[in-house]
């Protein structure tokens, strides 16, 4: 694999959910390949969305240190802010494939970055969205993955 790869909160969710082991060590194999190639992309959205279901949502959950040790990890990844621009792609994202608002700006965020690939298990697989492709992790593994 050797395209930049936008990281959806699900997966470093699941990274992280121990009462799904499958997915996550899928996501641990991804996010290990990602940090290794320095490939791995995302936005503040998905580390807020992150940190609210693992300290939240999750059960078990993890503590707010072990929730912000890992953000403060994957600051690294240089994370895309909202601005209007992103807003005003979302919305035609949103308009054009009927996706919920999250995530149109997921694909949106994906898009501004350049981003080769978008993994995530909310959208179809494989599915081309001006130049992004959607990779389901749990379908496909990173090696196959062309630059």
């Known amino acids: 694999m050797t395209g930049i790869c936008f990281v959806d909160t ?9 009462s799904e082991p499958e997915k996550q060590a899928r996501s641990g194999k991804w996010l290990a390949e ?22 939240q949502k999750l059960n078990p959950g993890l503590d707010s240190m072990e929730a912000r040790a890992d953000i403060r990890n994957l600051i690294a990844w240089q994370p895309i802010s909202i601005n209007q621009g992103l807003i ?20 949106s965020a994906a898009q501004q970055v350049n981003s080769n ?22 379908i496909q593994g990173p090696v196959v993955l062309p630059g």
């Open 117 to 138: 690939y978008l993994l995530t298990e909310d959208l179809q697989h494989e599915q081309q969205l001006g130049g992004v492709t959607i990779i389901n992790p749990f």
């Open 34 to 55: 990602l940090w290794r190639l320095r490939k791995g992309q995302l936005s503040f959205q998905v580390l807020n969305e992150y940190y609210v279901t693992v300290t």
């Open 88 to 107: 005003e792609s979302a919305w035609i994202i949103q308009d054009q494939y009927q996706f919920s608002w999250w995530d149109s700006l997921i694909v």
């Open 10 to 18: 699900n997966i470093l969710v699941y990274f992280r959910d121990a």
